[in-house]
């Protein structure tokens, strides 16, 4: 079993910055590719970014050029450094995990249980 632990969530100010960490412990042989995902009240889930185990990153049209997604391998840690934040990026952010990118896209096998980012006007 994988589990997956979100934290830096928080509130913050229009075009202030925030830093989500998602720590991954247990069977992580069982995990290659990470992504966050974020879903606003009313509206479906939705990735924002996700990083393959070889490092290609991938980011949502409304968040390219403000956020980034990194992992530390040795820490087997995600990161989504968010800047520019709007209120509209007012959300839970969920990280996910699966061994194929596919199913990371679609359905991923592990899930965070979310971090709340608030962005004020």
């Known amino acids: 079993q994988v589990q997956l632990v979100e934290s830096g969530g928080g509130l913050v100010q229009a075009e202030g910055s925030l830093r989500l960490s998602c720590a991954a412990s247990?069977?992580?042989?069982?995990?290659?590719?990470m992504g966050w995902y974020r879903q606003a009240p009313g509206k479906q889930r939705e990735l924002v970014a996700f990083?393959?185990?070889?490092?290609?990153?991938n980011y949502a049209d409304s968040v390219k050029g403000r956020f980034t997604i990194s992992r530390d391998n040795a820490e087997n840690t995600a990161y989504l450094q968010m800047n520019s934040l709007k209120p509209e990026d007012t959300a839970v952010y969920y990280c996910?995990?699966?061994?194929?990118?596919?199913?990371?896209?679609?359905?991923?096998?592990?899930w965070g249980r979310g971090t709340q980012v608030t962005v004020s006007s």
């Open positions: 996910a995990a699966d061994n194929r990118l596919g199913d990371l896209l679609r359905a991923p096998d592990y």
């Open positions: 247990g069977s992580i042989f069982r995990i290659n590719h």
């Open positions: 990083i393959t185990g070889a490092g290609v990153t």
